[in-house]
């Protein structure tokens, strides 16, 4: 019979092991499944500003569709280029114009509560291809976004925005 001491040191050293084997795995599935860049920019303010670190799902398109509102990270320009975060604002097959900064998707105008600066550009109707989406930034007065180079083809997503991770004070969901 193993004294309590023994015991305790036994269910120590199983915990530790099974610490280990889960931080093995997460860092696995991290080096796999989510990219953790640095933002650079203001596009995106108020919500995910320069210098913050935000982790981005690759798989989360694999097992859902896209939906209007996400936050995407794409390569703009190729696959060696710089990755690129903004707004999905319209899906394939719709109509998407944009009139003295107001949106409108199918002729109804987009709420947009997270648009703090606006900007009063006018974009005609265009119709979204079925392989691509209409991508804004937050930020409309301080954005490069689909308004002046187009749309985004879905291969050139590379996955979800979900987490804001540094600096501390901005930590959370986006």
Do not use: C
Request: charged share 20%; no cysteine.
């Amino acid at each position: 019979m193993l004294s309590q001491p023994s015991v305790r040191l036994a269910r120590l050293r199983r915990g530790v092991v099974v610490a280990i084997e889960v931080l093995v795995l997460v860092l696995l599935g991290a080096a796999f499944f989510v990219r953790l860049p640095q933002v650079s920019g203001l596009s995106m303010e108020p919500r995910i500003g320069s210098g913050e670190f935000v982790l981005i799902d690759t798989i989360a398109y694999r097992f859902g569709p896209v939906r209007r509102g996400d936050i995407v990270a794409f390569r703009h320009g190729g696959p060696s280029s710089e990755a690129y975060l903004k707004r999905v604002i319209a899906l394939p097959g719709e109509r998407v114009a944009i009139e003295r900064g107001i949106v409108s998707i199918d002729g109804k105008p987009l709420e947009e509560a997270y648009v703090r600066y606006h900007d009063t550009t006018s974009v005609p109707e265009r119709i979204v291809p079925a392989d691509g989406f209409f991508v804004l930034g937050d930020n409309r007065s301080n954005s490069d976004d689909s308004r002046d180079w187009g749309f985004v083809p879905a291969s050139a997503i590379m996955g979800k925005a979900w987490l804001a991770l540094w600096p501390p004070s901005r930590i959370g969901t986006l």
